[in-house]
């Protein structure tokens, strides 16, 4: 379509669709929410690409929880990469996203666009580089903004207890044995390890 690169160099092949998923919107008058609309959005492109297709998704999950939201865009992430080999370009803060890379080491590739950040002010350089991203500037952002400081002081706790909370959580799940207990053992230690992290739901 005659768009303009940003690199010095570039190599590209001819493709048969452009297939982008960026932005928020919603239908209120047709009852489609903002997620809703990003999912049809969304099944377009599973529908449509192809491999020689180019495909743009930005920020895919947000309208719905945490979990859910990883989970499509990891699902979608991988049926990108086995069935179709589409080539795309993925921007996410799900961070754990990044371990696709390993499972795929000759078709994902982990970039990062850099950023100076200070106590409260971020400066975005808009340079891509190599590896990915494991800072988050959420708080700073709302900083920049005008938050109140006991907001800010607030925002950093809960980050910070949420943090830790996944890590030991991740940690204690790496230590169940379940390769070595049958199915409805692991199943129960994996409920277990959920309930007493306060996680555990009802199925």
Known sequence: IGSFVPARVARLPVFDKLLVRI??????????STFMMEMLEASAILHKVTERSLVIIDELGRGTSTYDGFGLAWAISQYLLDKVRAMCLFATHFHELIALQQEHPAGFVNKHVTAV????QITMVYQVRDGACMESFGVRVAAMAGFPESVLACARRKSEELEHFALAFKHAFA???LSTLPADEAVAAVRSLLAASELGAAS
Do not use: E
């Open 23 to 32: 932005g928020a919107g919603d239908l209120q008058q047709r009852g489609v």
């Open 175 to 177: 230590a169940l044995p």
């Open 117 to 120: 950040a200070g106590d409260k």
